[in-house]
């Protein structure tokens, strides 16, 4: 039987955190953060066995790259 889990996470620059670094784990590619200069990168890290990005149906500009999509909105809104 399978079990369903979410995980909800704030991520604070106060506090160390990282928009760019937790985006990159969590999707295992390489993402410039802009802001730092920094790259992070987990493309060696393994696979992931399931991730998904949840959009509203409908969203407008979805590219086929859901997590890329989310992360520059994001950024367009001034929220990291």
Same mark, same amino acid.
């Given at each position: 039987?399978?079990? *369903?889990?979410?995980?909800?996470?704030?991520?604070?620059?106060?506090?160390?955190?990282? =928009?760019?670094? $937790? =985006?990159?784990?969590? =999707?295992?590619?390489?993402?410039?953060?802009?802001?730092?200069?920094?790259?992070?990168?987990? *493309?060696? $890290?393994?696979?992931? =066995?399931?991730?998904?990005?949840?959009?509203?149906?409908?969203? $407008?500009?979805?590219? #086929? #790259?859901? %997590?890329? %999509?989310?992360?520059?909105?994001?950024?367009?809104?001034?929220?990291?």
């Amino acid at each position: 039987m399978a079990i *369903q889990f979410a995980r909800c996470e704030y991520i604070s620059r106060s506090t160390g955190g990282n =928009a760019c670094r $937790k =985006a990159a784990y969590n =999707a295992r590619i390489a993402v410039v953060c802009e802001r730092t200069g920094e790259t992070f990168s987990y *493309q060696t $890290k393994g696979e992931v =066995a399931y991730h998904e990005v949840l959009l509203p149906s409908g969203a $407008k500009g979805l590219s #086929n #790259n859901k %997590f890329l %999509f989310l992360f520059y909105r994001v950024k367009i809104l001034g929220l990291y």
